[in-house]
């Protein structure tokens, strides 16, 4: 069993090197886990050569489609969301006997938030639908038996809701922990399930950055040996001979692009200090507070101004809405909007609108001015889950990866130059410093 990381930041070409690697290796079998259609249908022509090649998609494909193709296709593509609901314990022998080698591209997620409380969790253990194993002290693993589930998921809404249910169904197919915290509190995350990766003969992850993010804390968690490649592309001739694939040193430099990212600067209001300079200046709890749709606070109007001078300004930069993008909390959207002042319903809309953690997407890449308003923190149950287990968590290597995610849908991954406004003072930090390393 190994595992590989291939290590290169967006634009390297990671797609096109995979594929050619296993075009140059037909006597393997692969499985390539997409996270989206749009990037299933580019590999599909990467790979159109491939005599048996199968892509499996939502619509398009039942569990017998997968099984069927596990027996006999050379390569299958599946979207991340298929292969999470079609890969099973049946599946498991089936892989096993085929010898097959994973690809995951962008995909992987080691730990995710659980929306639960201790008085579910309790109730869940009472009726036996959950057991609880000690994994070290303060941190439980909660399994849910298929058996118990099957029985369990037929009882009606009285004995066990819907949410509890999809609880129980995920909790088979992912681990559930619960960490103790400060006074006897609970956290609870759902955690990449090792028998998921270790079916296989091998598993090539394609990522960046990895090295400090919460994929590379599972593996150390599980005590699992990877192999941390570096990828680099010397020329673009369409051989596996334009890539360079090294052991990677740890160290992430955005040196490269530093003249592909031009800062805007709002205007410098004298004796004041602007919203973003404060640490916790546009995290979640403070946009709630600062930016409510129909409802501003001063320093909230401040930056829909400065949105409008950098983007909206007759005499100096009109940017189209086609040519724009931005992120927010989610739930802040409309707050930016003011149409007296050129922000539009087509300029601040669904349309331009691109979630802070987006990725995995070409969507976007005709797109050269963007605004980031949004300072992103982890999760505390993650951080609380990983740091339970002696390692330290680095919320600022989660902001970078985070934020260079999102600003790598725009033109600078067809390498155009973009301009960005990122009004944190911390999120900026984190970017110049990348930039300058």
Known sequence: MKYIVIDAVMGTGKSTYITLKIKADPESRHIVVLPMLTELKRYEKLLQDIEGLVSLYEGNSKKERFDEALEHAPVILITHALFEKHLNDESFVQVQQGKWKLVMDEVVTAFETVGVTDVDISGLCTLGALTIKEM???????????????????????????????????????????????????????SLQEQRLSVFEEVTILTYPFKDTDLDYWFQIKGIEVEHLELSRRVKTGSL????????????????????IEFLEPPVVRGKTRYGHWNNHFSAESMRKNFKPRKKSQEGQI??????????????????????????LADSMLAFRDSKNGLTKEFISDETFVAFNKRATNGYSHKHHLAYLYNVFPFPPIVKMIEAHGLKYNAERWALYILIQWIWRSAIRNDEKIYLYLPSKRMRKILEDWLNA
């Open 136 to 190: 070290k002290p303060g941190v439980d693993l909660l399994q849910s038996d298929p058996l118990t589930f099957h029985s369990f998921r037929k009882a009606d809404g009285n004995l066990a809701s819907n949410t509890h249910k999809a609880l129980l169904k995920d909790a088979l197919v992912k681990d559930l922990y619960r960490v103790t915290a400060d006074r006897g509190s609970h956290y609870y995350t759902f």
């Open 303 to 328: 930056i829909v101004n400065e949105l409008r001078t950098l983007f909206r300004n007759k005499r100096g930069r009109m940017v189209e809405p086609d040519d724009f993008m931005f992120t927010c």
């Open 241 to 260: 001979s334009d890539f360079d694939l090294q052991p990677h040193s740890g160290h992430y430099s955005g040196n490269a692009f530093k003249d592909r």
